[in-house]
């Protein structure tokens, strides 16, 4: 990995930027690799407990995987049975659940072949056994006895037909009253069947609305990474009043179709249309509220960060020239989010087969479950931390990736010598000598992270039980542990850019980066700030365009639909893929003003030690000189006169 160690000076010294590089936090590589080492091990011993075979190919109630011949286990005669040829687990009763814990609680059996057709009776049953060698009664009975046993040991009747491709070799009848059984007992659960109904009956009518609106959301994301990339220079005033407009034409829209909705609410006729209509006017008097909310929120913003919108328009300027240097960058969120995907992948499939891993026990019902017992039934903890922490290193792969490329642009002189590809140098420069410092901050904001989510689940198992005060206290310590993860998050980002520029660990890079944070806080946190609430107007911009939109189109389907979940799931949506393009906007301007940072301090244009900024960002900096210069003179000004008036 290029990692063969190499030390780091403590003592004072100079930042040079690119000027060296080596090898840090190789510990927490090491560590970050044993750990991997341990989740492969988990793995290893789901699959060697028979949990692959058992998730794929499913198995009956007496430990037998169906499609393979099984060795005995234990003194029960209907266990080490050959299902060779028995491929599919067919339930006798698929509607025999068991909601809380979501368990099919019917018994299961290996069968040669999926019912392809409705069978009423038992004798039904006994010639589709005799027709197609699949039996769908208990081992224990012969086709012929299918109809003068017990009927407790056959499937209940009627038995449903099977969709023709079975999902994951489980037989599942295409038409059966459980579902709607299911669905009702979960609806009684929360106590409001009538409502959540109704609700997933708007999600299932608007699909194709909302993959639309989601498709819509991508392109206008992408669409906006153009503007950003082109019209830096405007970008500030086309956000500030399209996101004016839009918020206060979204109000006012919104307000329009609460009184339209409620007017029409006394003229429906039937009850069911009723009750829809009345739920769409509290859904639509809720939005109307939190628009106006938010539309007065972003107007005062507006007003009192009107006067740093020459300081964003130098920003983005510059971080406009980056993306025109390296486009590559456009692409970043793609290649993580895959990333992301992948693993999380991994990790779902991974967790499934420690759910079906461990060694045979009966359950109540006398039919066999599997289930780890002693240490390893603690291994789905590991697990979690390894979600955790392994996807908060994806994410600061990308930060440290698009931190490399950056700095390396920034604080190369001549544009025309910059690598060939900055972001695939930036990617080999990672690899060779700074995942350990990746790891080791990934890790810190894990450790946040797990408490945190602790007290989320304590919080939501004592809903309704604890006193006032338990409740405050969980909600506190929720919201200053959430306050330190995004204090880390962005102490962690510049530590990242303080490693690509200097090489040095990341404790030494979070200290020195902090440090000129806090010289320069009037200078870069204020830009800073300004800078990502031009981006949080963006982000704004898409989820008002895209809800816009959403309640336009859902309109038109006041009468049997509820808007609630749809439009809820298309912004959550434009919100989530505007975040994942613009972020690396974010990053790029947070990587910017560290390196102005440490190219003022350690330069000041004379010769030898020339600027490395761009020249559109010296001029502003000339710009902003004179300014405070003829303010002071005015100042000043202002005294003398009234000197003399006294």
């Known amino acids: 990995m290029g990692c063969c160690g190499g030390g780091e000076e403590h003592s004072a010294r100079q930042w040079k930027p690119l000027e060296q590089r080596s090898c840090t936090d190789v510990l927490w590589l090491l560590i970050l690799i044993l750990f991997c080492i341990g989740m492969v091990v988990i793995c290893g011993f789901a699959i060697a407990t028979g949990a692959a075979q058992r998730l794929a190919f499913g198995y009956d109630s007496y430990g037998n995987i169906c499609g393979q011949k099984n060795a005995k286990m234990g003194e029960d005669t209907l266990t080490g049975l050959d299902h060779t040829d028995k491929k599919y687990v067919f339930f006798l009763d698929p509607c025999n659940l068991e909601i809380t814990n979501f368990k099919i609680k019917s018994i299961a059996l290996c069968v040669a072949k999926c019912p392809d057709r409705d069978l009423n009776t038992l004798k039904e049953v006994q010639n589709f056994a005799n027709d197609n060698g699949s039996h769908l009664c208990s081992y224990q009975l012969l086709?012929?006895?299918?109809?003068?046993?017990?009927?407790?040991?056959?499937?209940?009747?009627?038995?449903?037909?099977?969709?023709?491709?079975?999902?994951?070799?489980r037989c599942a009848p295409v038409k059966s009253a459980c579902y709607f059984e299911f669905i009702?007992?979960?609806?009684?659960?929360?106590?409001?069947?009538?409502?959540?109904?109704?609700?997933?009956?708007?999600?299932?009518?608007?699909?194709?609305?909302?993959?639309?609106?989601?498709?819509?959301?991508?392109?206008l994301s992408m669409l906006l990474m153009?503007?950003?990339?082109?019209?830096?220079?405007?970008?500030?005033?086309?956000?500030?009043?399209?996101?004016?407009?839009?918020?206060?034409?979204?109000?006012?829209?919104?307000w329009w179709l609460y009184a339209d909705q409620k007017k029409s609410a006394n003229t429906k006729q039937s009850e069911e249309e009723t009750k829809v209509a009345c739920d769409n006017v509290k859904a639509l008097l809720v939005y109307a509220i939190a628009a106006t909310v938010v539309t007065v929120i972003l107007l005062l913003l507006m007003l009192i960060l009107r006067k740093r919108v020459a300081l964003t328009i130098a920003l983005f300027h510059v971080?406009?020239?980056?993306?025109?240097?390296?486009?590559?960058?456009?692409?970043?969120?793609l290649w993580t989010f895959l990333a992301l995907a992948f693993f999380w992948i991994y990790w779902v499939a991974i967790l499934l087969l420690l759910g079906t891993a461990g060694y045979p026990e009966k359950n109540e019902q006398g039919n066999v479950e599997f289930k780890v017992s002693g240490p390893l039934q603690y291994t789905w903890i590991y697990h979690l931390v390894g979600l955790i922490w392994i996807s908060e290193f994806i994410l600061a792969c990308q930060q440290m990736t698009v931190a490399g490329a950056v700095v390396t642009y920034y604080f190369t002189r001549d544009k025309s010598n910059l690598p060939a590809t900055p972001i695939l140098s930036s990617i080999c420069r990672l690899i060779k000598y700074h995942l350990g410092t990746v790891a080791k901050g990934a890790f810190i904001i894990t450790l946040i992270k797990i408490p945190r989510l602790i007290l989320m689940y304590i919080h939501s198992q004592l809903r309704g039980k604890e006193n006032a005060c338990a409740k405050c206290m969980l909600k506190s310590c929720m919201c200053c542990l959430w306050c330190l993860e995004k204090c880390l998050l962005y102490l962690n980002r510049n530590a990242y850019v303080a490693t690509a520029i200097n090489s040095t660990s990341f404790c030494t890079s979070a200290r020195e980066a902090l440090m000129i944070l806090v010289e320069n806080a009037l200078n870069v946190a204020a830009i800073n700030t300004v800078g990502d609430f031009v981006l949080f107007l963006g982000k704004v911009l898409i989820v008002l365009v895209t809800g816009f939109i959403g309640i336009i189109l859902l309109n038109y389907q006041r009468d049997y639909t509820v808007w609630v979940l749809p439009l809820i799931?298309?912004?959550?949506?434009?919100?989530?893929?505007?975040?994942?393009?613009?972020?690396?906007?974010?990053?790029?301007?947070?990587?910017?003003?560290?390196?102005?940072?440490?190219?003022c301090k350690y330069n000041d244009g004379s010769p030898g030690r020339e600027y490395y900024m761009d020249k559109g960002l010296m001029e502003f900096m000339d710009d902003s000189k004179k300014a405070m210069r003829s303010a002071s003179g005015s100042g000043a000004e202002m005294k003398a006169m009234a000197s003399g008036a006294e």
């Open 143 to 169: 086709p012929e006895e299918y109809t003068s046993k017990k009927s407790n040991l056959c499937p209940k009747l009627p038995v449903q037909a099977s969709k023709p491709v079975p999902f994951f070799h």
């Open 184 to 219: 009702k007992a979960l609806t009684t659960f929360v106590s409001d069947n009538s409502v959540l109904q109704r609700v997933i009956t708007g999600v299932m009518t608007s699909k194709e609305i909302i993959v639309g609106l989601c498709l819509l959301s991508l392109v």
């Open 226 to 254: 153009v503007v950003i990339r082109y019209i830096s220079r405007i970008l500030l005033w086309i956000l500030a009043i399209l996101t004016i407009l839009g918020s206060i034409g979204g109000t006012a829209v919104l």
């Open 319 to 333: 971080a406009g020239k980056v993306f025109i240097h390296i486009p590559l960058l456009v692409f970043q969120p």
């Open 569 to 599: 799931i298309v912004c959550l949506f434009a919100f989530f893929v505007s975040h994942c393009f613009l972020s690396i906007y974010e990053m790029v301007v947070d990587v910017l003003f560290l390196c102005f940072a440490v190219d």
